[in-house]
C-alpha cells in the first residue's frame, strides 16, 4: 500500500518516517506466540523444569541412594516457613520431626507429628558433596536441614527411607533429557527420510512410504518391549540409557517423516525451488538450504509435541520394568515404586508425587506445542 502525498508530508512534519516496517518470518512468529497465553505460560514452566533438570544436584538436599531404615514410607513433612512463640511470630523455615510408633494389633508401624520437635531449615546449607554441571565440585545446596543427619521428608520417603523430592528432582534429568534426545535423533531421520520422500518422489517415495506403513502398523507397546527385552542385563546404566533412548524414537520419526514429505511436496514445485535448481545448486544444498528453512518453524513446533510422547514412552516402558532400571532414578522408575497395594494404601505420594510432575511436565509441554504450531503461522487469523 503506497501513502499518499499528504501523508508523506505530515510524516516528514512529524519527524516520523515514512518506511513501512517490514517483519521477519521469526519476528512474526514471536509476535503471535506472545499472544498465545497459556503457551507462554508454559514455556516459563517448561524452562523452570529444564533448570531443575540441569542443577538437580544442587536442588536435591539429600543423595538419591541414602536410605533410613527407621524412616521407611515416612509421610510428607510440610514445610513452614514461620515459627510462633514468646517472642512473636519470626521467620524460621523449618519441619516438625516424626515420631514412629507400633500398633501392637496391626502389627504396623505409623508416623506421627513431634510438635516439640523442630528441624530447622536454611538455604544454601553444605551437604553430600557433588560436580556442579558435572565440573566444578561443590557441597551447597539450595536448601535442606541445617543439620544433614537430621530427616527431612518434604515428599515422603520410599519403602527404602528415601527422600522423594530428592529423587523426583534427580529423576526429572533423565526423564526429560530422554525426551530431548529421542526428539533430536527423530529430528534427523524423520528429516531425511520424509526428505528423500517427498523430493524424488516415484520408486523412492513408494519404498519409504510402505517401510513407515509396516513400522506404524505394528503395536507399539509389543515392539517396545521386544526391543528392550533384548537389552543384556549386564550392560551399564549409561548405555542402557542411550538404547532405551534410541528405542523411544523408534516410532517417533514417522509422523516427522509424513509431515516433511508433504512440505517437500508442495514445495518442490514452487518458483523458487525451480530458480534453485537453474542456478546450478545440488539436490543436497536446495534441500538444505531452501525447502527445510522454508518450514523449519513448522518442525519446530512438531518437535515440541513430540517431547510429551518420548516422556511418555519413557515412563512407560520403565514402569513396566522393560526400560530404565535402579540405579537410574527416573520418573517411570519411581512409578514402579508404587506397583503394589501396600505401596497406594500406606504411601499414596509414591504414586502422587511423580504422577503429578509428570502430569505437569506434559501439559506444559504440549501447550507450548500448541502454541508454536499456531504461531508457526503468523499469517492466519
Do not use: C
Amino acid at each position: 500500500m503506497t501513502m499518499t502525498q499528504t501523508e508523506l508530508a505530515n510524516a516528514a512534519e512529524s519527524n516520523i518516517d515514512p518506511t513501512p516496517i517490514v517483519l521477519g518470518p521469526w519476528a512474526l512468529v514471536w509476535r503471535k506466540f506472545r499472544r498465545h497465553r497459556l503457551a507462554m505460560v508454559s514455556a516459563v514452566v517448561v524452562i523452570f523444569i529444564y533448570l531443575v533438570a540441569i542443577f538437580a544436584e544442587f536442588l536435591a538436599p539429600f543423595p538419591t541412594d541414602q536410605t533410613s531404615v527407621r524412616h521407611t514410607f515416612a509421610p510428607p513433612q510440610p514445610l513452614a516457613l514461620f515459627v510462633t512463640d514468646a517472642d512473636g511470630t519470626r521467620f524460621r523455615p523449618h519441619v516438625k520431626g516424626l515420631k514412629m510408633e507400633i500398633d501392637r494389633e496391626a502389627m504396623r508401624r505409623s508416623f506421627a507429628v513431634d510438635a516439640e520437635r523442630i528441624i530447622p531449615v536454611g538455604f544454601f546449607v553444605k551437604g553430600y558433596e557433588y560436580k556442579l554441571l558435572g565440573l566444578i565440585p561443590a557441597n551447597r545446596h539450595f536448601f535442606g536441614p541445617l543439620d544433614p543427619r537430621d530427616p527431612m521428608y518434604l515428599w515422603g520417603a520410599d519403602r527404602l527411607g528415601r527422600d522423594m523430592f530428592s529423587r523426583i528432582v534427580m529423576g526429572t534429568r533423565v526423564s526429560m533429557s530422554i525426551g530431548l534426545v529421542g526428539v533430536a535423533v527423530s529430528l534427523v531421520i524423520g528429516v531425511a527420510m520424509g526428505g528423500l520422500s517427498g523430493y524424488y518422489g516415484g520408486w523412492v517415495d513408494t519404498l519409504i512410504q510402505r517401510f513407515i506403513e509396516f513400522i506404524r502398523s505394528v503395536p507399539t507397546i509389543p515392539l517396545w518391549m521386544g526391543l528392550a527385552a533384548a537389552i543384556p542385563l549386564d550392560w551399564p546404566p549409561l548405555r542402557t540409557y542411550f538404547v532405551v533412548t534410541v528405542i523411544v524414537s523408534m516410532i517417533g520419526w514417522t509422523s516427522l517423516a509424513r509431515e516433511v514429505r508433504g512440505k517437500f511436496l508442495s514445495l518442490r514445485g514452487e518458483d523458487f525451488i525451480t530458480a534453485a535448481r537453474l542456478d546450478g545448486l545440488t539436490d543436497r544444498e536446495v534441500i538444505l538450504k531452501h525447502m527445510v528453512p522454508s518450514f523449519s518453524s513448522h518442525i519446530i513446533a512438531s518437535l515440541t509435541l513430540a517431547v510429551p510422547l518420548m516422556i511418555l514412552a519413557e515412563t512407560s516402558l520403565s514402569f513396566l520394568g522393560i526400560g530404565l532400571q535402579p540405579p537410574l532414578v527416573s520418573w517411570g522408575t519411581l512409578l514402579k515404586e508404587a506397583q503394589n497395594i501396600r505401596s497406594i494404601i500406606e504411601a499414596p505420594w509414591l504414586l502422587i508425587a511423580p504422577g503429578s510432575v509428570i502430569v505437569v511436565a506434559v501439559l506444559a509441554l504440549n501447550f507450548l506445542g500448541d502454541g508454536l504450531r499456531d504461531a508457526a503461522d503468523p499469517y492466519s487469523n
